[in-house]
């Protein structure tokens, strides 16, 4: 078994909590946030931040919660799935989340070209998005070969500066219109407060499959989850509600044509170029992590060069548009997968593994590799995701879809025993 994906030991877990404060603020502070909060324009300024705060309240604790398994036995993500869906079992989700990964990676360096693109036509005159493309990608995978050693160091310089600019843009985007004018706008009824907030909650959401792979390295848990969870929460809502006040006023949650008219095209490229490697490095390092689900024998950082080249060509090759929607459904997949998880650990299991198990060697090594039970329900958990998101459900389909899938695992894990385990290992949990 590789080095690469078998636990951290106490001893090498190095980040604190400042580490991930600045790990998940270099996250949140990202034009995929703003532009998702101009999203909530139609409820008005109020009811925006309020549905921003609540979203991000609910998500944020799940998606800190995820990365706790992480941080007591130093896992990462995919390997955090095998005690409730067995070794085997636990594969597609990790095949999931490399497609997924791989595919937002080229989404993230698309949206970040464009707007280098654009910032370059202006000063420029000429267009060279691919160029861009390339630059960007091979930046991002460069951040993420360097490894959990350099990213401290690099998330604190590059980091604290995108704050400073950020805030600089703040300025900017309410210095026009006036907070007085702002909070005047109300709702204009096109967009229900529930699935506004589910908006919110699917962002810190999409970074539980990938929130255990940092934590891992953490020193304790308290750390890591405090860390993790101030710094997204703080730096993403900032972000949306940059994007939600820049609709208001502009109609538009892109910043960089205001920034474009003030002069200001350093700090805009500085925000759209670290913005983007500080946020999407994450992606290509975790697809590569999930990979060693798969392969065990594979060489993390090899691994990691190829998922960050990999996400680059697709960029230069397709249009986003061609495959969004496809990751859209595929990214559906996590929150009744997570569910499933987060019951089993938490409550099932009351927070306690044996992690040699985790490898096969024991009690988690289900007949065939797989808890039948748990693909199953997993399965229909994903179909009324689908279902929720059709039918408009007004408190939205993330958290109604893991809880209710969480729900079922628990019930059915009482019912639903394995015929077969390994000779010699008991039950960790027998007697419950």
Known sequence: MSNNITPIPPGERTMNGLDFFLLWAGAGISLAEIMAGGFLAPLGFGMGILAILVGHLIGNSLFAA????GSSYGIPAMVSTRPAFGVRGSYLGALLNIL???????IMLIVAARAADSLGQHYLGASYLQLWTV???LATTAWAWAGRYSWPRLQKLVTTLLILFSLYMTYVIFRGPGWGHLWATGSDGSLGFGLATDLVIAMPLSWLPLAADYSRFARDNGSSFAGSWLGYFLASSWMYILGLGATLATGS???IPMMLGLGLGLPALYIIFFST???TFMDVYSAAISSLDLFSGWNERHTTMAVGLAGTLIALLFPMEAYENFLLLIGGAFCPLFGIVLTDYFIYRRGRLEVDNLFGRGAFWYTGGVNLAA????????LFFQWLTRTGFPLGASVPSLVVTGGVYYVAMFFYRQ???????TRQHEGK
């Open 66 to 69: 995820g990365g706790l398994i």
């Open 100 to 106: 997924q990964l791989i595919g937002w990676t080229a």
């Open 135 to 137: 630059i960007i990608g």
């Open 253 to 255: 949650a892109d910043p």
């Open 277 to 279: 490697v500080t946020t």
């Open 375 to 382: 693909v199953i329900i997993w399965l229909l958990g994903f």
């Open 419 to 425: 015929p077969a385990w390994r000779p010699g290992i």
